[in-house]
Nanobody, 127 residues
């Protein structure tokens, strides 16, 4: 069993920065590929950025590329999302998800459902 708790959300002006954290409890955090998602009001959930188990592979949605950076620390059981140059359209609830994968070097989860989700943290960017 893995529990995920996100933190770091808040209200920020456009152009500002926030750093989200996702803390995992339980064992074998390094067995899970991690991913940040977000869901804005009346919109479907969308992926933001995944990261492989060994942190060697990452990817970014076009909407955040060049502005956001995902990282993880397997010793501390955390994954972070550094968000810079925030825009009002980044306003959403941000979630982290964990998916157990065989490969340590790929963030690809094969389109399968994630095993665990956090409760989300609200990010609001004012114009």
């Amino acid at each position: 069993q893995v529990q995920l708790v996100e933190s770091g959300g808040g209200l920020v002006q456009a152009g500002g920065s926030l750093r989200l954290s996702c803390a995992a409890s339980g064992r074998s955090f390094s067995s899970y590929a991690m991913r940040w998602f977000r869901q804005a009001p009346v919109k479907e959930r969308e992926f933001v950025a995944p990261i492989s188990r060994n942190a060697g592979s990452t990817y970014y949605a076009d909407s955040v590329k060049g502005r956001f950076a995902i990282s993880r620390d397997n010793a501390k059981n955390t994954v972070t999302l550094q968000m810079n140059s925030l825009k009002p359209e980044d306003t959403a609830v941000y979630y982290c998800g964990a998916k157990r994968t065989l490969s340590s070097s790929s963030y690809d989860t094969g389109g399968k459902e994630f095993d665990y989700w956090g409760q989300g943290t609200q990010v609001t960017v004012s114009s």
